[in-house]
């Protein structure tokens, strides 16, 4: 794990309004662990291109489900994924944090809108550009 990792935070954790979308996604695609379907959030948002801003309406992380860093992502990959998105990002656990609960968010969205229907549909898009 990251330096930067290991002098930061210790726990990361989902908004309310994430927790609640990532139980609607879980309905939909029953992955065995919730930590996984946080990990696709995370990767939804990176996908997507999601700015890791807290807005008006982001909610307070903690609202929802709490994560050790460690094992939330035990060989520090994913932060490493996020920091290779986000250089100048100070503290790639506190962005993941972020980028977790608005992809879950826009996900649950996108499932309920219909633009998401099977898992190949995260990695697609059928707009023409992949």
Do not use: W
């Amino acid at each position: 794990m990251s330096e930067t990792i290991a002098r930061g935070r210790v726990n990361i954790a989902l908004t309310g309004r994430a927790e609640i979308a990532r139980d609607e996604i879980s309905a939909r695609f029953p992955f065995r662990e919730k930590q996984q379907l946080v990990r696709l959030g995370l990767a939804y948002a990176l996908r997507l291109n999601l700015e890791p801003v807290r807005g008006g309406n982001f909610g307070r992380a903690g609202d929802g489900q709490n994560m050790n860093v460690g094992s939330f992502d035990p060989s520090g990959e994913l932060f490493e994924l996020v920091r290779a998105f986000h250089p100048e990002c100070e503290d790639p656990a506190e962005v993941a944090e972020t980028l977790m609960s608005l992809g879950l968010v826009k996900l649950a969205e996108d499932i309920r809108n219909s633009e998401v229907t099977r898992i190949v549909d995260i990695l697609y898009s059928n707009d023409g550009t992949d």
